[in-house]
């Protein structure tokens, strides 16, 4: 557990949160805009609904306010991560690389993750930023546009087959670990056959089958439910881990109000 320290708010950063995909993290949003800035506007989404915007990448705060804010805390855990999520689509940030490069040479002994809804990752700038990482988290979650649409709720003119595209490409040059996150719903569980094909032909070094335990418009699929659609992973030969057969761990974040603001509800 965190011992809870007096704090000044926090504007960037969030946790740390216990993840089973990622371990003890710290969140860095690296947007912190006033209203979520994503090209997503997920059905299930935990945080408030988005609306989808167009895949601009710009530098919303700078890589001396992120280390500003980590060094103010008081690291008394040991972090498996440093992770960049929250506020939207932590690709958009076009000073994403110098962040992770800072973090890097500040804290070396932390990894760094970065988790994206894939959308940007063929681009060649987002991914020379995504080479600096440890950790790419990225998801795919339908197998047809249509459903794609129906789930991720993308901003106009972005087409799932370019994301899988995108994504080999990326693949091709990375030497960190990739891994794959499929939340999956009453929405695109008739297609999980099909993602999966899709996942092994990708060929990530994990696959993170999920579902929305924590408060969602969406409800999540049972623990049977998902233990059959994990099968189809397998069968194609693929590392699966599954949100239900995960060890959960108590932690206590530095600003419970950040926290569930970036993370949603998260104990």
Same mark, same amino acid.
């Given at each position: 557990?965190?011992?809870?320290?007096?704090? #000044?708010? %926090?504007?960037?950063?969030?946790?740390?949160?216990?993840? /089973?995909?990622?371990?003890?993290?710290?969140?860095?949003?690296?947007?912190?805009?006033?209203?979520?800035?994503?090209?997503?506007?997920?059905?299930?989404?935990?945080? /408030?609904?988005?609306?989808?915007?167009?895949?601009? &990448?710009?530098?919303?705060?700078?890589? +001396?306010?992120?280390?500003?804010?980590?060094?103010?805390?008081?690291?008394? $855990?040991?972090?498996?991560?440093?992770?960049?999520?929250?506020?939207?689509?932590?690709?958009?940030?076009? =000073? %994403?690389?110098?962040?992770?490069?800072?973090?890097?040479?500040?804290?070396?002994?932390?990894?760094?993750? $970065?988790?994206?809804?894939?959308?940007?990752? *063929? &681009?060649?700038? $987002?991914?020379?930023? %995504?080479?600096?990482?440890?950790?790419?988290?990225?998801?795919?979650?339908?197998?047809?546009? +249509?459903?794609?649409?129906?789930? =991720?709720?993308? @901003?106009? *003119?972005?087409?799932? !087959?370019?994301?899988?595209?995108?994504?080999?490409?990326?693949?091709?040059?990375?030497?960190?670990?990739?891994?794959?996150?499929?939340?999956?719903?009453?929405? =695109?569980?008739?297609?999980?056959?099909?993602? @999966?094909?899709?996942? &092994?032909?990708?060929? #990530?070094? +994990?696959?993170?089958?999920?579902?929305?335990?924590? #408060?969602?418009?969406?409800?999540? %699929? *049972?623990?049977?439910?998902?233990?059959?659609?994990? *099968?189809?992973?397998?069968?194609?030969?693929? =590392?699966?881990?599954?949100?239900?057969?995960?060890? !959960?761990?108590?932690?206590?974040?530095?600003?419970?109000?950040?926290?569930?603001?970036?993370?949603?509800?998260?104990?």
């Amino acid at each position: 557990m965190v011992e809870l320290m007096s704090l #000044p708010q %926090l504007k960037l950063i969030y946790g740390p949160v216990y993840s /089973w995909r990622i371990g003890m993290s710290l969140g860095i949003d690296p947007l912190n805009t006033t209203h979520k800035y994503c090209n997503f506007g997920c059905a299930y989404c935990q945080l /408030w609904q988005a609306v989808a915007v167009q895949s601009d &990448r710009a530098v919303f705060v700078s890589e +001396e306010e992120v280390l500003d804010e980590v060094r103010s805390l008081p690291l008394n $855990v040991k972090l498996d991560h440093f992770t960049f999520s929250g506020n939207g689509e932590p690709t958009l940030a076009a =000073n %994403l690389g110098k962040m992770i490069s800072s973090l890097k040479e500040a804290f070396p002994a932390v990894k760094v993750a $970065v988790i994206t809804n894939s959308t940007t990752i *063929g &681009r060649s700038d $987002v991914q020379q930023d %995504l080479l600096k990482a440890d950790l790419v988290l990225f998801k795919i979650e339908a197998a047809t546009q +249509e459903t794609f649409e129906k789930i =991720n709720r993308p @901003a106009k *003119g972005i087409l799932l !087959k370019d994301i899988v595209a995108g994504i080999k490409a990326f693949k091709a040059l990375y030497k960190g670990k990739l891994a794959l996150q499929v939340m999956l719903t009453d929405i =695109n569980k008739a297609e999980v056959q099909d993602i @999966a094909r899709i996942a &092994r032909d990708i060929a #990530p070094d +994990e696959v993170q089958l999920n579902t929305p335990l924590r #408060p969602s418009p969406v409800k999540p %699929l *049972g623990e049977a439910e998902m233990a059959r659609l994990k *099968g189809y992973f397998t069968t194609e030969g693929l =590392n699966v881990l599954s949100v239900y057969e995960q060890e !959960k761990k108590e932690y206590t974040p530095f600003d419970a109000s950040a926290t569930k603001k970036r993370h949603g509800q998260y104990n």
